[in-house]
């Protein structure tokens, strides 16, 4: 069973078995970030990735990925996001270089045009 996630205007289909449960666990603390760490725009019910402990949200599927590929870099910025009230400071203490987000390619070869919204 395939389901379709829209991202830049393309749909793309993503196996069932790749979504994740809506229900966070114990272990897992929910950031409730209102902005996407990789876009910088506001974050989509159902998109978010579950790394190390915590529970990522994200504007689209493909920037799931993209934190993936670099999680500490995009852990520094939702450590300044003021609608995070986890405290991450960890992970700005061992920031030494440019958090601003400048990937805005982030939906897997999708055209992007603004926050993934299209």
């Not at 529970?55 to 590929?69: E, K």
């Amino acid at each position: 069973m395939m389901l379709t996630a829209s991202c830049g205007g393309q749909d793309q289909e993503i196996p069932v078995s790749e979504v994740v449960s809506d229900t966070v666990s114990d272990s897992v603390i929910d950031l409730s970030n209102a902005n996407c760490p990789v876009m910088g725009g506001p974050v989509m019910e159902g998109q978010y990735v579950d790394w190390e402990g915590y529970r990522i949200h994200f504007c689209c599927a493909g920037c799931d990925q993209t934190f993936l590929a670099d999680p500490l870099r995009y852990m520094r910025i939702l450590s300044d996001d003021p609608s995070v009230t986890e405290d991450l400071s960890r992970f700005r203490e061992s920031d030494t270089t440019d958090s601003t987000v400048t990937d805005v390619s982030s939906c897997e070869n999708m055209p992007v045009q603004g926050c993934c919204g299209g």
